[in-house]
């Protein structure tokens, strides 16, 4: 009965203490595939992949996704490829100091897997994270703190701003239709003209309709389909940029480290690099 009447909170507003973060890099398998923490445990996976159940969560982590699992909470996996991916225990508590412990308590829930959509972002907070990692003065100690708070904040405003695209979008069954045809093929070359014609709209039609129902245009929903597998190829394989940007419906490996410079702001290369060190 007192869990009936548990106070929520978005997670932007909570205030983290980090307990512990760590790095691994390659690792081929866990120690353990089954754990309970008295803490909340987060992920950021980096490279690779492992199956997870967070609870009644489970699925597939692989480069970009995030993990949380609250207190308490079997935390299963099995890995699947050597993988990346930061850890960090922590405790969490509401504005007034009271301990926040369960996953019913937070509106939004991201327990489970979720993501942040601002991956440059996300990336500059994890090298920040273990920049501070093993420093123990006040400072870093407040500063891995901030970072962590920060990254709840990025997390409650990229699903608030979701939240408000979703307000008045239309549901399209012929745009639908669409978007299953170009999400199935993005890693070829595609001709969003043709597309359009196949549903007898024009290009601007096209687009007008496909951004009233996914809140982004379909050159835009191509391209982002197309940069996260670069970015997992850059990151697993040592394929050069010409053969990448062949599996990934670009032309040439010039065009497309125009591209990902443009979406990224940073080139391939040092994409790559920066993630390999």
């Known amino acids: 009965m007192e869990n009936a009447f548990m106070e929520q909170y978005n997670p932007g507003q909570l205030l983290p203490q980090l307990i512990h973060v760590a790095e691994w890099k390659n690792k081929e398998s866990f120690k353990h595939a089954n754990e309970r923490s008295p803490l909340w445990i987060i992920f950021i996976v980096v490279a690779g992949g ?48 009271e301990s926040v412990r369960s996953e019913r308590q937070l509106t939004p829930d991201p327990t489970g897997k979720f993501m942040i959509q601002d991956i440059q972002r996300l990336a500059s907070t994890h090298a920040h994270l ?72 024009s290009a601007v039609q096209f687009t007008r309709r496909f951004k009233a129902s996914f809140g982004m245009t379909p050159i835009d929903y191509l391209t982002a389909i197309r940069l996260n597998r670069v970015r997992t190829l850059l990151l697993e394989t040592r394929l050069t940029l010409d053969e990448i940007a062949e599996r990934c419906g670009y032309e040439s490996g010039m065009y497309l480290s125009r591209i990902f410079s443009k979406k990224m702001s940073i080139s391939p290369s040092q994409y790559r690099q920066g993630h390999r060190i």
């Open 130 to 201: 273990l920049k501070a990692a093993d420093l123990i003065d006040p400072f870093s100690r407040s500063r891995r703190n901030f970072l962590l708070q920060d990254l709840w904040q990025l997390f409650a405003w990229e699903w608030s701003c979701a939240q408000r695209e979703k307000i008045g979008r239309q549901d399209d069954p012929l745009i639908r239709q669409a978007e299953k045809i170009l999400r199935d093929n993005a890693l070829k070359p595609f001709s969003m003209k043709a597309l359009s014609g196949k549903f007898g709209l």
């Open 50 to 97: 492992f199956r997870f159940k967070i609870g009644k969560h489970q699925g597939t982590a692989g480069a970009d996704d995030l993990l949380l699992c609250p207190p308490d909470t079997p935390f299963q996996r099995e890995m699947l490829k050597p993988s990346t991916f930061l850890v960090a225990n922590f405790n969490w508590y509401s504005p007034s100091g």
